[in-house]
């Protein structure tokens, strides 16, 4: 091919050889059964190995991957050329001589134009093209078509299907498909009706984009091609980038393709411009350019149609069996053929689609060929005549009907009629029909209806069609096409789609699987959340998190493999995520036992990988291991991903849902923080609020049905949750939106007031507080009965443990600790410590060990570790600890004498400190707490702030200094003249010698020795005038005063009103969440102020150390409930959940914009119903005009019957009798009675007259219904003749004819003599039976079992018969099944059995002068404990190990040959069962 590109330029008219009309986008036959054979292992170059391990680690480039490419390309995919050059009679389109492959001389390899003698001198395609490395391969750029840019390559027309989709989908980078679409059809430009037109398009495009399916068509810009390309480009044109991924591959023939010459590039070109010509392309074809890729096959020849016909087939049937896992679901790929149009070479596509199975969609009113099947599709296969297809073909073929010889309307008649005997694979799409408004739903319904009538075992059917809706996300077509009453689903059933739809994120289907009964308490084992978190995508965050505790655990464990998740692995992430106030969710395991209940559940089989679902619900002893919270694990699952719309859906299943909301709102909050895509943070930020909303939407219900109740969720001991509470949930998320609701204020105000009324007034408390007689009157009322009488003795006890009057107490201790300190500081701070500083100490000390108390309760467990880094992490525990550490520094110093005076400053500043900690007690008011938060946050700011002054502080007094004083050496004047004159400076003490005009030398050291004066600046020596640049130094001065005073100060100002503005927005919320941290630090703490609170420490001590009780929290703030009343309250809590959600869908409908969807959405379905009308109309007209027909043939019969029976009794002549009905009707009549004698009669053997012989490359003489009879005269009958391993074919055959009639097919065949070859086939059945030994009934009807066997070398199941050989009694066949002891008894069986056939045998081997006659005989074994039958059990065998016999359930689906199933038909019959 070398030549080829290297030679001279030849213009695109002298390619256009002279050749035969371009025909249909077709398929055809295979031309060898070794096209269908798995080619060995594809070569890799060393370079591609290294490349394809590397890039399993790496990520590669486009440079490496194109290097890859032409790597490997040039080793796997060859070329064809030719080697011989001969003349051809024919020349080109501009007169030149051409080669018989349509190539010109120069357009040959050089050695081509010198002819060898070995060659021979006629042209041999076998001989003289051979293959070489391909030279076409790369990217296409159609110039002129803006970025459209495809991938191609050449390949020869023998390259096995599996190196191609080797390239597709591991170099192209193409996803194996969930579907494959075959369009076929015209090549030819054609009009279509421009709403039908719209219809495919839509339809076709959407099926492929909602499903992931590959397009496949011939890949040129004419016909159906262009039809599709069309369709495509519309669609990326109203789509965004990522949804207009639609795969559209052409596969054309490389001779055939105009400017193919700029596609050849060795190296690969990348890209290759290619230029779309039609105007000058002539007899050749132009590629579309909204294909995306191209497959050009070629053979060596120039200008010849349909050569890539059978590589497409090849590979459609390759791609089609190839089984695509996803989601843990495993799949054969299904194909379907879409056909619009069409001429003779569609039909061929059409009717070797439905020989091998291939479901076809026909769009009716496209033209041709579509159009002949749609208008016959509806009538008995015996109405389908040659007269009748002779004059569909003049109608619709009016320009081409002269072409069709009587020859090819017997071949058209026979095809269309085997088409239609498979109407399972058939189905026309009509526009307006109902139910079929679009192409998309009309093509998936096709592959489900031929897959609900493909022959299978059992339940196997159902749950392949299941398994192509899930892989499709079509939950549509599930619910209208599976989901039906033809089929009762069990829950269990519907497990392995349930965890694939979660895998591949499909909530629709998850929804769809809880409506059919899916219990996710059956669903969710331990082994299925092991193999949901195996399968996070790698992308997630999560997944990551996952792995790092993975790897510290296999540095821990020095393991040499990477551990396999395990659940507590997911809880160590979830704790760090959760917060440590929760408990481990998965404890470990220990020594490989899972902490949960086992529970027994039914064996599931699955059709899925070994690695897959398959192992999740595999019977293990019978048990199988279920988790504590299904729901909870489905949602965690599920958040962690940030899949929103699965998370709401299992969301709505909870039961404790409150905590559920707050805990996901956390959840996603802490992995937010740690995410790096922003779009991907900013979607978890807002699905945590949206549930933090869920949880007040749930609470707003309760609180409103039940205060009490309400409350009692939120201290309620969540056991799902890792024994935490909704309240502490919410505080770790700081969901300050929950915690400021009105209900949950209420209940803290109550732990405020602790078992007092709230509605006390302070000044109250604080009289009773001084004068706590007052408790025994009615001036505080309690909220407890028992506490109502004045003389109890527990109202004191209750007043003093409140939190508010704890805190009052502490504040007085506070502040009396406050004026004592002061009083010492400043009147009496002896060297020896008074009776009053002896009591500070005491009071410090009563501090210290409360700080103590609080860094050392424990009561959730959480350990000492923990608890220091919660306690530390209190900004006010800090503060205490600074005060108290400065305190114990200031009273070291002050004990020693030479550090007295020392320590009285230190013990100073730690005042300062101890006055700074008042502020936490301002947190309590309303008005004063938030401004506290403002002070917080605003030095926060003054912090950053400080930086960006300090830049401008150092660098002013660096210079100033360096100008203005030379060599200053004392450190503290260099501090004093850098940072502390600078920092003055911005507040107007401007230092007075900076611009020499009033320098005083009294006020400086001229040489720095006086350690109270700074050094002065430069002088003159004379008269000591100072010398610096008093116009640099001003001009530095007004610029530093310039940056600092007006942009740097106004900028902290603008921070500080930012900071008031958005804090002061949240006033409210903020001030009632940190009102919670107040309420409980007092709630909790002994009720004693300092420092009488060390009676209460030491009672703690003696408690806790002494008699070893552990610390308990307060049942107010978190409460552990009975099993009966937590049962009750959550049951509670869903039901209010319920009416929540649907409050929620009846605000949404009533929402604005979803009422104008919602209009919009009418508004198009009124204006397709309005469009539709007259398509309808037109129909319910037809449909009445028939109607009308039979109801007036009927009246007519009826006349002429009462006619006769006039004419019998002598009323009137028949010269008298007048015309009853028009000759219309008299002709329907005939064809009617003549459609039911057909009918009446028995059919003609049909498997006999299959086109393609079995087991050769031999092709039948068509012959229709109504030629099949040797009585009926069919002069054109001329069949070929084929007897295996006989050459001689000129043998006459001296037999008579085939009984039956014609079959196309004269000779032997493949059977073993000619005339009739005796077969036996016993049907051996037994009654189908419950484990309790009942008969099984369905539909009232008893069901059988019937031995069937699957035979080596064979894809289907059979009955264990075959043909007898001579002097034989038992076929060779049931021999091979049964031991040869049994044989005499199996042949007594048969005797006592009972004949249901004998006689002809409608097999695929019969010929004329060959058949197959068979005797069956029904064995039936009515008793289960039969002996017979247990013997024939236990004397099964199979003498090879492929051989597999089994009991099956007689079904008319049951997957045997054709006319087995007809005589299980008359088992049945005769037994009176279900079949």
Same mark, same amino acid.
Request: net charge positive; hydrophobic share 40%.
């Given at each position: 091919?070398?030549?080829?590109?290297?030679?001279?330029?030849?213009?695109?008219?002298?390619?256009?050889?002279?050749?035969?009309?371009?025909?249909?986008?077709?398929?055809?036959?295979?031309?060898?059964?070794?096209?269908?054979?798995?080619?060995?292992?594809?070569?890799?170059?060393?370079?591609?190995?290294?490349?394809?391990?590397?890039?399993?680690?790496?990520?590669?480039?486009? =440079?490496?991957?194109?290097?890859?490419?032409?790597?490997?390309?040039?080793?796997?995919?060859?070329?064809?050329?030719?080697?011989?050059?001969?003349?051809?009679?024919?020349?080109?389109?501009?007169?030149?001589?051409?080669?018989?492959?349509?190539?010109?001389?120069?357009?040959?390899?050089?050695?081509?134009?010198?002819?060898?003698?070995?060659?021979?001198?006629?042209?041999?395609?076998?001989?003289?093209?051979?293959?070489?490395?391909?030279?076409?391969?790369?990217?296409?750029? !159609?110039?002129?078509?803006?970025?459209?840019?495809?991938?191609?390559?050449?390949?020869?027309?023998?390259?096995?299907?599996?190196?191609?989709?080797?390239?597709?989908?591991?170099?192209?980078?193409?996803?194996?498909?969930?579907?494959?679409?075959?369009?076929?059809?015209?090549?030819?430009?054609?009009?279509?009706?421009?709403?039908?037109?719209?219809?495919?398009?839509?339809?076709?495009?959407?099926?492929?984009?909602?499903?992931?399916?590959?397009?496949?068509?011939?890949?040129?810009?004419?016909?159906?091609?262009?039809?599709?390309?069309?369709?495509?480009?519309? !669609?990326?044109?109203?789509?965004?980038?990522?949804?207009?991924?639609?795969?559209?591959?052409?596969?054309?023939?490389?001779?055939?393709?105009?400017?193919?010459?700029?596609?050849?590039?060795?190296?690969?070109?990348?890209?290759?411009?290619?230029?779309?010509?039609?105007?000058?392309?002539?007899?050749?074809?132009?590629?579309?350019?909204?294909?995306?890729?191209?497959?050009?096959?070629?053979?060596?020849?120039?200008?010849?149609?349909?050569?890539?016909?059978?590589?497409?087939?090849?590979?459609?049937?390759?791609?089609?069996?190839?089984?695509?896992?996803?989601?843990?679901?495993?799949?054969?790929?299904?194909?379907?053929?879409?056909?619009?149009?069409?001429?003779?070479?569609?039909?061929?596509?059409?009717?070797?689609?439905?020989?091998?199975?291939?479901?076809?969609?026909?769009?009716?009113?496209?033209?041709?060929?579509?159009?002949?099947?749609?208008?016959?599709?509806?009538?008995?296969?015996?109405?389908?005549?040659?007269?009748?297809?002779?004059?569909?073909?003049?109608?619709?073929?009016?320009?081409?009907?002269?072409?069709?010889?009587?020859?090819?309307?017997?071949?058209?008649?026979?095809?269309?009629?085997?088409?239609?005997?498979?109407?399972?694979?058939?189905?026309?799409?009509?526009?307006?029909?109902?139910?079929?408004?679009?192409?998309?739903?009309?093509?998936?319904?096709?592959?489900?209806?031929?897959?609900?009538?493909?022959?299978?075992?059992?339940?196997?059917?159902?749950?392949?069609?299941?398994?192509?809706?899930?892989?499709?996300?079509?939950?549509?077509?599930?619910?209208?096409?599976?989901?039906?009453?033809?089929?009762?689903?069990?829950?269990?059933?519907?497990?392995?789609?349930?965890?694939?739809?979660?895998?591949?994120?499909?909530?629709?289907?998850?929804?769809?699987?809880?409506?059919?009964?899916?219990?996710?308490?059956?669903?969710?084992?331990?082994?299925?959340?092991?193999?949901?978190?195996?399968?996070?995508?790698?992308?997630?965050?999560?997944?990551?998190?996952?792995?790092?505790?993975?790897?510290?655990?296999?540095?821990?464990?020095?393991?040499?493999?990477?551990?396999?998740?395990?659940?507590?692995?997911?809880?160590?992430?979830?704790?760090?995520?959760?917060?440590?106030?929760?408990?481990?969710?998965?404890?470990?395991?220990?020594?490989?036992?899972?902490?949960?209940?086992?529970?027994?559940?039914?064996?599931?089989?699955?059709?899925?990988?070994?690695?897959?679902?398959?192992?999740?619900?595999?019977?293990?002893?019978?048990?199988?291991?279920?988790?504590?919270?299904?729901?909870?694990?489905?949602?965690?699952?599920?958040?962690?991903?940030?899949?929103?719309?699965?998370?709401?859906?299992?969301?709505?299943?909870?039961?404790?849902?409150?905590?559920?909301?707050?805990?996901?709102?956390?959840?996603?909050?802490?992995?937010?923080?740690?995410?790096?895509?922003?779009?991907?943070?900013?979607?978890?930020?807002?699905?945590?609020?949206?549930?933090?909303?869920?949880?007040?939407?749930?609470?707003?219900?309760?609180?409103?049905?039940?205060?009490?109740?309400?409350?009692?969720?939120?201290?309620?001991?969540?056991?799902?949750?890792?024994?935490?509470?909704?309240?502490?949930?919410?505080?770790?998320?700081?969901?300050?939106?929950?915690?400021?609701?009105?209900?949950?204020?209420? #209940?803290?105000?109550?732990?405020?007031?602790?078992?007092?009324?709230?509605?006390?007034?302070?000044?109250?408390?604080?009289?009773?507080?001084?004068?706590?007689?007052?408790?025994?009157?009615?001036?505080?009322?309690?909220?407890?009965?028992?506490?109502?009488?004045?003389?109890?003795?527990?109202?004191?006890?209750?007043?003093?443990?409140?939190?508010?009057?704890?805190?009052?107490?502490?504040?007085?201790?506070?502040?009396?600790?406050?004026?004592?300190?002061?009083?010492?500081?400043?009147?009496?701070?002896?060297?020896?410590?008074?009776?009053?500083?002896?009591?500070?100490?005491?009071?410090?000390?009563?501090?210290?060990?409360?700080?103590?108390?609080?860094?050392?309760?424990?009561?959730?467990?959480?350990?000492?570790?923990?608890?220091?880094?919660?306690?530390?992490?209190?900004?006010?525990?800090?503060?205490?600890?600074?005060?108290?550490?400065?305190?114990?520094?200031?009273?070291?110093?002050?004990?020693?004498?030479?550090?007295?005076?020392?320590?009285?400053?230190?013990?100073?500043?730690?005042?300062?400190?101890?006055?700074?900690?008042?502020?936490?007690?301002?947190?309590?008011?309303?008005?004063?707490?938030?401004?506290?938060?403002?002070?917080?946050?605003?030095?926060?700011?003054?912090?950053?702030?400080?930086?960006?002054?300090?830049?401008?502080?150092?660098?002013?007094?660096?210079?100033?200094?360096?100008?203005?004083?030379?060599?200053?050496?004392?450190?503290?004047?260099? !501090?004093?003249?850098?940072?502390?004159?600078?920092?003055?400076?911005?507040?107007?003490?401007?230092?007075?010698?900076?611009?020499?005009?009033?320098?005083?030398?009294?006020?400086?050291?001229?040489?720095?020795?006086?350690?109270?004066?700074?050094?002065?600046?430069?002088?003159?020596?004379?008269?000591?005038?100072?010398?610096?640049?008093?116009?640099?130094?001003?001009?530095?001065?007004?610029?530093?005063?310039?940056?600092?005073?007006?942009?740097?100060?106004?900028?902290?100002?603008?921070?500080?009103?930012?900071?008031?503005?958005?804090?002061?927005?949240?006033?409210?919320?903020?001030?009632?969440?940190?009102?919670?941290?107040?309420?409980?630090?007092?709630?909790?703490?002994?009720?004693?102020?300092?420092?009488?609170?060390?009676?209460?420490?030491?009672?703690?001590?003696?408690?806790?150390?002494?008699?070893?009780?552990?610390?308990?929290?307060?049942?107010?703030?978190?409460?552990?409930?009975?099993?009966?009343?937590?049962?009750?309250?959550?049951?509670?809590?869903?039901?209010?959940?319920? =009416?929540?959600?649907?409050?929620?869908?009846?605000?949404?409908?009533?929402?604005?914009?979803?009422?104008?969807?919602?209009?919009?959405?009418?508004?198009?379905?009124?204006?397709?119903?309005?469009?539709?009308?007259?398509?309808?109309?037109?129909?319910?007209?037809?449909?009445?005009?028939?109607?009308?027909?039979?109801?007036?043939?009927?009246?007519?019969?009826?006349?002429?019957?009462?006619?006769?029976?006039?004419?019998?009794?002598?009323?009137?002549?028949?010269?008298?009798?007048?015309?009853?009905?028009?000759?219309?009707?008299?002709?329907?009549?005939?064809?009617?009675?003549?459609?039911?004698?057909?009918?009446?009669?028995?059919?003609?053997?049909?498997?006999?007259?299959?086109?393609?012989?079995?087991?050769?490359?031999?092709?039948?003489?068509?012959?229709?219904?109504?030629?099949?009879?040797?009585?009926?005269?069919?002069?054109?009958?001329?069949?070929?003749?084929?007897?295996?391993?006989?050459?001689?074919?000129?043998?006459?055959?001296?037999?008579?004819?085939?009984?039956?009639?014609?079959?196309?097919?004269?000779?032997?065949?493949?059977?073993?003599? !000619?005339?009739?070859?005796?077969?036996?086939?016993?049907?051996?059945?037994?009654?189908?039976?419950?484990?309790?030994?009942?008969?099984?009934?369905?539909?009232?009807?008893?069901?059988?079992?019937?031995?069937?066997?699957?035979?080596?070398?064979?894809?289907?199941?059979?009955?264990?018969?075959?043909?007898?050989?001579?002097?034989?009694?038992?076929?060779?066949?049931?021999?091979?099944?049964?031991?040869?002891?049994?044989?005499?008894? #199996?042949?007594?069986?048969?005797?006592?059995?009972?004949?249901?056939?004998?006689?002809?045998?409608?097999?695929?081997?019969?010929?004329?002068?060959?058949?197959?006659?068979?005797?069956?005989?029904?064995?039936? #074994?009515?008793?289960?404990?039969?002996?017979?039958?247990?013997?024939?059990?236990?004397?099964?065998?199979?003498?090879?190990?492929?051989?597999?016999?089994?009991?099956?359930?007689?079904?008319?689906?049951?997957?045997?040959?054709?006319?087995?199933?007809?005589?299980?038909?008359?088992?049945?019959?005769?037994?009176?069962?279900?079949?």
């Amino acid at each position: 091919m070398a030549m080829r590109g290297r030679s001279s330029k030849v213009l695109p008219s002298e390619l256009n050889k002279v050749r035969p009309e371009k025909g249909d986008n077709t398929a055809a036959y295979p031309r060898k059964m070794s096209d269908f054979e798995v080619v060995p292992n594809l070569q890799q170059s060393s370079s591609s190995v290294c490349k394809s391990r590397r890039k399993a680690h790496f990520p590669t480039g486009s =440079n490496e991957k194109q290097e890859n490419l032409i790597s490997w390309i040039p080793e796997n995919i060859q070329k064809k050329e030719c080697t011989y050059f001969v003349e051809s009679s024919q020349t080109s389109d501009s007169g030149r001589i051409v080669c018989k492959c349509g190539y010109l001389r120069e357009q040959h390899l050089e050695d081509a134009a010198k002819p060898p003698i070995f060659l021979g001198k006629e042209w041999d395609p076998s001989r003289h093209i051979q293959e070489m490395p391909t030279d076409a391969f790369g990217d296409i750029h !159609f110039a002129g078509l803006g970025q459209k840019m495809g991938k191609y390559v050449r390949v020869s027309s023998d390259t096995p299907p599996r190196v191609i989709y080797h390239l597709m989908t591991q170099h192209w980078g193409l996803d194996a498909p969930n579907l494959l679409i075959s369009v076929t059809g015209g090549a030819k430009n054609f009009v279509m009706k421009p709403r039908l037109k719209n219809i495919f398009r839509q339809g076709l495009v959407k099926v492929a984009q909602t499903t992931g399916a590959w397009i496949i068509t011939g890949g040129s810009h004419a016909g159906v091609m262009k039809q599709v390309g069309e369709a495509v480009r519309d !669609f990326m044109l109203s789509c965004s980038h990522k949804e207009g991924d639609i795969v559209t591959i052409g596969i054309a023939t490389w001779g055939t393709v105009y400017n193919r010459e700029s596609l050849i590039c060795p190296m690969g070109g990348f890209p290759a411009e290619y230029v779309l010509d039609e105007e000058n392309q002539g007899s050749l074809s132009c590629l579309d350019s909204n294909h995306s890729h191209f497959i050009l096959v070629d053979d060596g020849t120039h200008g010849r149609y349909g050569v890539e016909i059978p590589l497409r087939t090849r590979l459609e049937k390759f791609i089609s069996e190839q089984t695509k896992v996803k989601g843990g679901v495993a799949i054969k790929i299904p194909i379907v053929c879409v056909v619009l149009e069409g001429g003779p070479g569609t039909l061929d596509t059409i009717y070797n689609a439905i020989t091998n199975g291939t479901p076809c969609v026909i769009v009716e009113g496209s033209g041709r060929v579509a159009d002949v099947i749609s208008e016959v599709a509806n009538l008995p296969v015996p109405k389908i005549t040659i007269a009748l297809i002779q004059k569909k073909l003049s109608v619709l073929f009016h320009d081409t009907f002269e072409l069709f010889t009587e020859g090819k309307l017997v071949e058209w008649t026979k095809k269309i009629q085997d088409i239609l005997r498979s109407r399972q694979l058939l189905t026309i799409f009509r526009e307006g029909k109902y139910g079929q408004q679009d192409v998309d739903v009309a093509i998936l319904q096709a592959l489900l209806k031929a897959s609900r009538n493909q022959d299978h075992f059992g339940h196997e059917n159902w749950d392949h069609q299941l398994k192509l809706a899930v892989a499709w996300n079509r939950v549509d077509i599930a619910r209208s096409e599976i989901f039906t009453d033809d089929h009762e689903w069990k829950p269990t059933d519907l497990h392995p789609v349930m965890a694939a739809a979660l895998i591949s994120n499909k909530p629709e289907f998850v929804k769809l699987f809880l409506e059919q009964g899916v219990r996710l308490k059956e669903f969710v084992t331990w082994d299925t959340l092991v193999y949901l978190y195996d399968n996070i995508a790698p992308s997630c965050l999560f997944h990551s998190k996952l792995q790092k505790v993975l790897l510290e655990e296999k540095e821990r464990t020095a393991g040499s493999k990477m551990p396999r998740i395990q659940l507590h692995h997911v809880s160590q992430v979830l704790r760090e995520l959760l917060g440590c106030s929760t408990q481990p969710l998965y404890p470990k395991p220990k020594h490989t036992e899972r902490p949960r209940l086992s529970i027994p559940v039914p064996h599931i089989k699955l059709n899925v990988q070994s690695s897959s679902l398959r192992s999740l619900y595999k019977r293990s002893a019978g048990r199988a291991t279920f988790t504590m919270d299904p729901v909870r694990d489905l949602l965690i699952w599920a958040v962690v991903q940030n899949r929103k719309e699965l998370a709401e859906i299992i969301w709505a299943q909870s039961q404790d849902c409150m905590a559920s909301a707050l805990a996901c709102s956390k959840i996603l909050k802490e992995l937010a923080k740690e995410e790096e895509d922003t779009d991907t943070t900013d979607d978890m930020l807002a699905l945590a609020e949206q549930y933090e909303h869920k949880a007040i939407g749930v609470f707003t219900d309760c609180y409103r049905k039940d205060e009490e109740r309400a409350q009692k969720l939120l201290t309620r001991v969540s056991e799902a949750w890792g024994k935490t509470t909704c309240l502490q949930l919410a505080l770790e998320a700081k969901n300050m939106n929950f915690v400021s609701h009105g209900g949950v204020q209420a #209940f803290l105000t109550k732990v405020w007031w602790g078992k007092m009324c709230v509605d006390n007034g302070l000044w109250r408390v604080i009289a009773c507080m001084l004068f706590f007689p007052l408790l025994y009157t009615s001036f505080i009322s309690f909220r407890e009965k028992r506490l109502q009488p004045m003389g109890c003795l527990t109202r004191l006890r209750a007043f003093f443990t409140a939190p508010v009057v704890i805190f009052l107490m502490n504040i007085l201790s506070y502040f009396t600790f406050l004026l004592l300190f002061a009083y010492v500081l400043m009147v009496d701070f002896q060297p020896l410590p008074s009776w009053r500083e002896y009591l500070i100490y005491f009071w410090l000390f009563s501090l210290v060990c409360e700080e103590t108390r609080q860094l050392l309760y424990d009561p959730d467990g959480l350990g000492v570790v923990k608890m220091a880094s919660l306690y530390f992490k209190d900004f006010w525990n800090k503060l205490d600890i600074c005060a108290i550490l400065a305190f114990i520094t200031g009273l070291t110093c002050r004990l020693i004498p030479s550090t007295f005076y020392p320590g009285r400053i230190i013990l100073s500043l730690a005042f300062i400190i101890f006055c700074l900690r008042l502020m936490h007690i301002f947190t309590v008011s309303k008005t004063l707490g938030p401004k506290i938060i403002i002070v917080k946050r605003m030095m926060k700011d003054v912090f950053f702030f400080l930086f960006l002054l300090a830049v401008w502080v150092v660098s002013f007094g660096v210079a100033k200094q360096a100008i203005l004083i030379h060599n200053e050496e004392r450190v503290e004047w260099l !501090f004093r003249g850098v940072v502390y004159h600078s920092y003055l400076t911005i507040f107007g003490q401007i230092p007075s010698y900076i611009d020499g005009v009033n320098f005083n030398i009294d006020q400086c050291s001229p040489n720095g020795t006086d350690p109270y004066k700074p050094k002065c600046p430069e002088t003159n020596e004379d008269n000591k005038k100072p010398i610096f640049p008093e116009w640099l130094t001003v001009i530095l001065l007004c610029l530093y005063l310039l940056f600092t005073n007006i942009l740097l100060l106004n900028l902290l100002i603008a921070m500080f009103n930012y900071t008031f503005q958005q804090v002061q927005e949240h006033t409210d919320q903020i001030w009632k969440f940190q009102r919670h941290d107040l309420i409980e630090e007092y709630h909790g703490r002994p009720p004693a102020p300092p420092p009488f609170i060390l009676l209460n420490h030491l009672q703690i001590l003696v408690r806790r150390g002494l008699l070893r009780r552990p610390a308990t929290r307060h049942k107010q703030l978190k409460e552990k409930l009975e099993k009966n009343e937590e049962a009750a309250l959550l049951s509670w809590e869903m039901y209010l959940k319920e =009416n929540y959600l649907q409050h929620q869908q009846c605000q949404q409908k009533q929402n604005t914009e979803q009422k104008i969807r919602d209009i919009a959405q009418r508004v198009d379905i009124l204006a397709e119903l309005l469009d539709l009308d007259r398509v309808k109309r037109t129909g319910l007209v037809e449909q009445r005009l028939v109607s009308l027909e039979e109801q007036v043939h009927q009246s007519a019969q009826a006349l002429r019957w009462i006619t006769r029976a006039l004419q019998d009794n002598g009323f009137g002549s028949s010269k008298d009798v007048p015309p009853v009905g028009s000759s219309k009707t008299s002709e329907m009549k005939e064809v009617q009675l003549e459609g039911k004698a057909e009918e009446s009669q028995p059919p003609y053997h049909v498997l006999a007259r299959n086109l393609l012989y079995p087991g050769s490359h031999t092709l039948r003489f068509p012959v229709p219904d109504e030629k099949v009879p040797w009585e009926v005269d069919f002069p054109l009958y001329n069949p070929p003749v084929y007897s295996a391993e006989h050459k001689d074919m000129a043998v006459q055959d001296p037999f008579s004819p085939n009984p039956m009639g014609r079959t196309g097919l004269r000779g032997r065949g493949t059977l073993h003599c !000619f005339g009739p070859n005796h077969a036996l086939h016993p049907v051996v059945t037994r009654w189908r039976r419950n484990s309790d030994g009942s008969i099984i009934r369905k539909s009232l009807k008893k069901m059988l079992e019937v031995l069937v066997a699957q035979y080596p070398l064979s894809d289907v199941w059979a009955l264990p018969g075959g043909s007898l050989e001579p002097g034989e009694t038992l076929p060779l066949k049931l021999k091979w099944i049964l031991r040869r002891e049994f044989w005499p008894q #199996f042949q007594n069986l048969l005797k006592q059995g009972t004949e249901i056939h004998k006689g002809y045998l409608d097999d695929p081997r019969n010929t004329d002068n060959a058949w197959v006659e068979t005797v069956a005989v029904s064995v039936h #074994f009515d008793n289960q404990n039969d002996v017979e039958m247990k013997r024939l059990n236990s004397f099964l065998q199979g003498c090879d190990p492929e051989l597999c016999i089994r009991w099956q359930v007689l079904d008319k689906r049951i997957p045997l040959h054709a006319n087995h199933k007809e005589l299980l038909r008359k088992v049945s019959a005769l037994l009176g069962t279900y079949y």
